[in-house]
Each structure stands twice: as structure tokens, then as C-alpha cells.
């Protein structure tokens, strides 16, 4: 259930000039500071562990996935031009499934690669710091994909509710208030990068892995189809 032209569009629409400029310098901004990091205090698992998961992990793949996820989508619905889309014979759930596949692609380029390369210049991969917060960031990056995609078909101020989750709930009360912990995409994919380093203590999550991968699923399953219903809804609306 995959559409190149819808594809394309929303491709072209994500990568514009405005979103191209802050897709590229969270990245950057990554590796610049691990590269200062590296000079200053050489290859350490800890801080690398530190950096990657302070500020790759639970700031800079939230925030893509805000940028990805609303701007799939949400740019549309604002302008109406999601009207034209919806009079072509393409089925909705499709339309859904293919701006969601295009904001996953997207988020993963752009937060998983540079949290790869920022880990291996920090430590090169000891204790499997790089590869762990990597694979975390590829799995967080389709549950935000999903989360997003979602505020993005129901309202107008998507982009500031993602950017308020992002930052307040998933950099601030994800990390230092336990109750929401469980709560947290940043959590649970953590409990996935706990797995990759053989749960050495390195990188800790306080929910365990088989609750952490119903969750991440589950998130991302009811979000898509709940993302469906809303554009059916908008459907109707137009038509009538």
C-alpha cells in the first residue's frame, strides 16, 4: 500500500528549503559536539553513552520526528490543499501508509545515521554505544513517525503540541521524573539499546524489553489507524 506520487509530493514538501535547514543542523550539531567532546575528554563508553542518549536520542530524533511526522501531512490539511489529493483514486489508508513510510525514511536518514557517526567518533563503538543508540534511534524514529503523523490529521497546532512533548515531556519529565518514564518513546527504545550492549549497565531504561516492544508496536499501529479514521472523516467532510 505504497503510493509514488503521493510519496513524491510529500517527499518534496519535507525536504524544502525551510525544513531542509533544521533537519540538517540537528544532525550537525550532533557530530559538532562529539567531535569537541572526543578532543577534549578522548574516547570514554560513559560519556559517549552520555551524549548520545542526552541529546541524540532524547532531544534530536523527537524533534525530527516533529518536523517529519507533522510536515508529512499537516501542511496540507492547513493550506486544504489535502483536498486535491483526496478526489485522486487513491485508497486513504494508502495515502496514510505511504506519508508515513516517507516521514519514517526521512526521520531515520536524519537522526540515526548522525547518531551512528557521532558514536563512533565519540568512543568507535566500544561496548556497542554507537550501534545501541543507533538502533534505538531507528525504532524511536517510527513510533514518533506515528505519534506525529497523527497530531498532524487532528490539529492545527501540531507542530507546537509535538514540539512541547518533545521537549518537555521526552527530554525533561522522560528523563528525570520515574512515573512518566513508562510513558516515554525515549524509554522504551532505550530498553531496546539495553538489549544491543548485553544489559552491561551502560545504557539503562526503566521499562523491560517485552513491554517496551508491545508499547512501541502498539503506539505505532493505533496511531496509523487512528490517523486513517481522522482522513476518512476529512473526506466526508470535503465531499459534502
Do not use: C
Not at 559517549?48 to 525530527?64: E, K, Q, W, Y
Not at 486513504?92 to 537522526?111: E, N, Q
Not at 526503566?206 to 503506539?219: E, K
Request: charged letters at 10%; aromatic letters at 6%; a positive charge.
Amino acid at each position: 500500500m505504497y503510493d509514488p506520487t503521493v510519496a513524491r509530493l510529500t517527499y518534496r514538501a519535507l525536504l524544502g528549503r525551510r525544513r531542509a535547514l533544521i533537519l540538517f543542523a540537528l544532525p550537525a550539531l550532533l557530530i559538532l559536539i562529539s567531535v569537541a567532546v572526543r578532543m577534549l575528554s578522548g574516547a570514554d563508553d560513559q560519556t559517549a553513552a552520555n551524549v548520545l542518549g542526552g541529546f541524540a536520542l532524547a532531544t534530536m530524533v523527537p524533534l525530527i520526528g516533529v518536523i517529519a511526522g507533522t510536515g508529512a501531512i499537516g501542511p496540507e490539511i492547513d493550506d486544504g490543499s489535502i483536498v486535491y489529493l483526496l478526489s485522486k483514486p487513491v485508497k486513504r489508508p494508502t495515502i496514510i501508509l505511504t506519508k508515513l513510510t516517507v516521514a519514517i525514511a526521512v526521520t531515520m536518514v536524519f537522526s540515526a545515521l548522525p547518531t551512528a557517526i557521532a558514536g563512533f567518533v565519540l568512543n568507535g563503538n566500544g561496548q556497542q554505544v554507537a550501534v545501541a543508540y543507533t538502533v534505538a534511534a531507528l525504532v524511536a524514529s517510527i513510533a514518533y513517525s506515528a505519534l506525529f503523523l497523527l497530531l498532524g490529521t487532528v490539529s492545527r497546532h501540531a507542530v507546537v503540541i509535538g514540539l512541547v512533548y518533545a521537549l518537555v515531556w521526552e527530554a525533561l519529565f522522560g528523563s528525570l521524573v520515574a512515573g512518566a518514564r513508562t510513558l516515554s518513546v525515549q524509554q522504551w527504545s532505550l530498553a531496546v539499546a539495553e538489549k544491543v550492549t548485553g544489559g552491561d549497565g551502560l545504557i539503562t531504561s526503566d521499562v523491560g524489553l517485552p513491554l517496551a516492544v508491545v508499547l512501541l508496536a502498539g503506539v505505532t499501529g493505533v496511531a496509523t489507524w487512528y490517523a486513517g479514521q481522522k482522513l476518512r472523516t476529512l473526506t466526508l467532510a470535503g465531499e459534502e
